[in-house]
Structure formats: structure tokens, C-alpha cells
């Protein structure tokens, strides 16, 4: 009888490609669908693709526009996530309640509350209890109004604007 040869065969390269196979597969891919195109017209058009960006953002309007989306960006940082959960999803309902008493008090016009209604409003607790916080949010909002900001973005965040 024949001995048994010990003998395991080395695993096969070819079945994953190598580095340089990936690099040539990628490369050929961004060829194809015109990447390489874009990427070499955007880096020789340097100069012109910077003075069309600074052009277009130094239009009052944008500047406008960066200052407005930076200040709605640092006033929503600053409500904790649960906070903004509770405060979307609360005013979502409020308008939803809206809406449908709108469309519902159709048919209530018919009615007036008379003088005993507008009375039963008035010695409604849990509608003064609702209405507290609305009024003292009201003169919270009303007193800022009021008040004078030369520098908006720098109000919140004690930094100089980079747009003046």
C-alpha cells in the first residue's frame, strides 16, 4: 500500500481581489459614470468655482439667510431633545384640535353662548389654569419683540459674526 501524503494546498489569491485590483475597479468605475470628469473640471475651474461662491453668498439675501438658519440652529441646540419632543408633537395636536373645532363650530354658530355661556367661561378653573401659561408665554414673547439686537448670532453665543 501507498503512504498517505500530508499535504494541505496553499489557499487561492483569486478569490478576493487585491488592493491593486480594488483601486484599478474603483477607479474605472468613477471613469464611467463621469466623476473623474467632474472632479478634474472642478479642480481647474478652481478659481472660477470660488468666485461663484463668494459671489453668491455675499448677496445680502444670503447672508441673510446663514445668520437666520445659524440662529434657528443655536435656538433649537438649546432645548434638550425631550423638551422639543414634547413641544413638536404638543403644538402637532393643538392644531389638529384647532382645525377640528373650526370645522365643527359650523354648526354651533347658530348659537350664541348668550350672556350665562360667556359667564360658565369665566368660572371655568381648568380653562384659567390652561390659559396662565399661554398669557405669561405671550409676555414673554411681547417683551422680546421689544427689545433691541445689533448682532443677532452674537446675542446667544458671545462670538463676533464672520459675515461682517
Keep these: 500500500m501507498a503512504e498517505r501524503i500530508d499535504y ?3 489557499p487561492n489569491e483569486n478569490l478576493e481581489p487585491s488592493a ?7 477607479l474605472q468605475g ?3 459614470h463621469g466623476f473623474l470628469r467632474f ?3 472642478l479642480v481647474r475651474s478652481n478659481t472660477q468655482l470660488a468666485q461663484s461662491l463668494t459671489d453668491a453668498l455675499s448677496r445680502e439675501g444670503s447672508l441673510n439667510a446663514i445668520q437666520n438658519l445659524s440662529t434657528l440652529l443655536i435656538a433649537i441646540s438649546s432645548v434638550p431633545p425631550g423638551q422639543f419632543h414634547k413641544t413638536v408633537y404638543a403644538a402637532r395636536d393643538a392644531l389638529v384640535t384647532v382645525e377640528r ?3 365643527g363650530a359650523e354648526h354651533r354658530r347658530q348659537q350664541a353662548p348668550g350672556v350665562r355661556g360667556v359667564f360658565r367661561l369665566l368660572k371655568d378653573d381648568e380653562l384659567w389654569r390652561a390659559m396662565s401659561p399661554l398669557a405669561s408665554g405671550l409676555k414673554t414673547f411681547t417683551e422680546r419683540l421689544d427689545r433691541e439686537v445689533e448682532r443677532p448670532v452674537s446675542d446667544r453665543t458671545g462670538k463676533a459674526s464672520a459675515f461682517e
Aim: proline letters at 11%; a negative charge; zero cysteines.
Design 20 to 26: 491593486q485590483q480594488e483601486l484599478e475597479r474603483l
Design 30 to 32: 468613477l471613469h464611467e
Design 101 to 103: 373645532e373650526a370645522h
Design 8 to 10: 494541505t494546498p496553499p
Design 39 to 41: 472632479a478634474d473640471d
